[in-house]
């Protein structure tokens, strides 16, 4: 029996990091805006080209986000990023354009369940909802990009059948989107199921971007990653330290940890413009400001060509 020793992986890949979005709105204690800033910045100077900056949800709802259009504000000079923030609604959606914000990001439940969890309403009613943000995007020149969360699991009704994706994807079709997220909100994939359902979307949907958000609570994110870049993707999100989670999803802990992403496509000579040592310093100094990481491997064990000193050759042990 032979095999094959060749995978089939991109050369390059783009990374969006989500810390000020998902990975603050999941820390209980309040933030203060200086200290956000100073993240975002250090982030800014990793080689990071993509960040979801914020969200423009109801204070009540997630307050640590309440200084949206501030953090907006103070980031502005940071020219070299392209920014884009979570709307919830078409409320939100002009909050957001007002502070400056060039992309928003629309948000969608897979399930009925997770939605009214997370939306007060069902997904069907949510994608209703989407046509006023669209119309006012369009008016604004600003552009948008869908999402599917819990699209691989969730913690309400389990496995998604690949029908409910499809017509989800459909739906965004209709509405003129171009690029979709698929989120392992609750970290349920796995990579047979990522390779399969990926490749059954990217087979029916050729003409859409899909983006990878995975969410790393079992484990698995970084063997998710490849299953997904095994079929074409190339776009994925993911957090400095591993900072995250969804606040509607029971049990749901932080995203793959930027660090740990970067340093597993450097090993397999798969670029991505963020330079391995400048990202995990700045994880180290996320880390303090913040008082804790959501899981880093990168944190406890550094990166593979970090080798230590080897034992002496003349010295046995118990010597």
Same mark, same amino acid.
């Given at each position: 029996?032979?095999?094959?020793?060749?995978?089939?992986?991109?050369?390059?890949?783009?990374?969006?990091?989500?810390?000020?979005?998902?990975?603050?709105?999941?820390?209980? /204690?309040?933030?203060? /805006? #200086? +200290?956000?800033?100073?993240?975002?910045?250090?982030?800014?100077?990793?080689?990071?080209? !993509?960040?979801?900056?914020? %969200?423009?949800?109801?204070?009540?709802?997630?307050?640590?986000?309440?200084?949206?259009?501030?953090?907006?504000?103070?980031?502005?000079?940071?020219?070299?990023?392209?920014?884009?923030?979570?709307?919830?609604?078409? +409320?939100?959606?002009?909050?957001?354009?007002?502070?400056?914000?060039?992309?928003?990001?629309?948000?969608?439940?897979?399930?009925?369940?997770?939605?009214? !969890?997370?939306?007060?309403?069902?997904?069907?009613?949510?994608?209703? &909802?989407?046509?006023?943000?669209?119309?006012?995007?369009?008016?604004?020149?600003?552009?948008?990009?869908? %999402?599917?969360?819990?699209?691989?699991?969730?913690?309400? #009704?389990?496995?998604?059948?690949?029908?409910?994706? &499809?017509?989800?994807?459909?739906?965004?079709?209709?509405?003129?989107?171009?690029?979709?997220?698929?989120?392992?909100?609750?970290?349920?994939?796995?990579?047979?199921?990522?390779?399969?359902?990926?490749?059954?979307?990217?087979?029916?949907?050729?003409?859409? /971007?899909?983006?990878?958000?995975?969410?790393?609570?079992?484990?698995?994110?970084?063997?998710?990653?490849?299953?997904?870049?095994?079929?074409?993707?190339?776009?994925?999100?993911? %957090?400095?330290?591993?900072?995250?989670?969804?606040?509607?999803?029971?049990?749901?802990?932080?995203?793959?940890?930027?660090?740990?992403?970067?340093?597993?496509?450097? #090993?397999?000579?798969?670029?991505?413009?963020?330079?391995?040592?400048?990202?995990?310093?700045?994880?180290?100094?996320?880390?303090?400001?913040?008082?804790?990481?959501?899981? %880093?491997?990168?944190?406890?064990?550094?990166?593979?060509?970090?080798?230590?000193?080897?034992?002496?050759?003349?010295?046995?042990?118990?010597?």
């Amino acid at each position: 029996m032979s095999f094959s020793t060749n995978m089939q992986l991109p050369s390059k890949v783009v990374i969006c990091e989500v810390a000020p979005r998902d990975g603050f709105q999941a820390e209980k /204690t309040w933030i203060p /805006t #200086e +200290k956000k800033i100073a993240i975002i910045k250090k982030l800014a100077t990793t080689g990071i080209q !993509s960040m979801e900056i914020t %969200s423009f949800v109801h204070p009540k709802a997630i307050p640590q986000l309440k200084d949206a259009e501030e953090v907006v504000r103070q980031s502005q000079e940071l020219t070299g990023i392209k920014f884009r923030a979570l709307v919830p609604n078409a +409320k939100g959606a002009q909050r957001a354009i007002d502070a400056g914000i060039k992309k928003l990001k629309l948000m969608l439940s897979a399930t009925d369940s997770h939605s009214l !969890s997370n939306a007060n309403c069902l997904t069907k009613e949510a994608m209703e &909802g989407f046509a006023p943000i669209i119309e006012l995007a369009e008016k604004h020149d600003v552009k948008v990009g869908g %999402s599917i969360s819990v699209a691989f699991g969730c913690s309400f #009704e389990g496995k998604v059948p690949i029908n409910r994706l &499809g017509d989800i994807v459909e739906r965004y079709i209709g509405y003129g989107i171009e690029e979709i997220s698929l989120a392992d909100s609750t970290g349920m994939a796995n990579p047979r199921q990522v390779y399969q359902t990926v490749g059954q979307l990217r087979n029916k949907f050729p003409e859409m /971007t899909f983006t990878m958000h995975l969410h790393n609570t079992r484990g698995m994110a970084i063997a998710n990653a490849v299953a997904a870049m095994q079929q074409g993707i190339v776009h994925f999100d993911s %957090s400095i330290t591993g900072l995250g989670g969804c606040p509607y999803a029971p049990g749901a802990t932080g995203n793959v940890a930027t660090e740990d992403l970067v340093h597993t496509l450097s #090993e397999m000579g798969i670029e991505t413009g963020i330079d391995l040592g400048t990202i995990l310093n700045v994880a180290k100094e996320v880390k303090q400001i913040i008082g804790h990481d959501g899981g %880093s491997y990168m944190l406890q064990a550094g990166p593979c060509s970090q080798l230590h000193e080897a034992p002496d050759s003349q010295q046995k042990l118990g010597v």
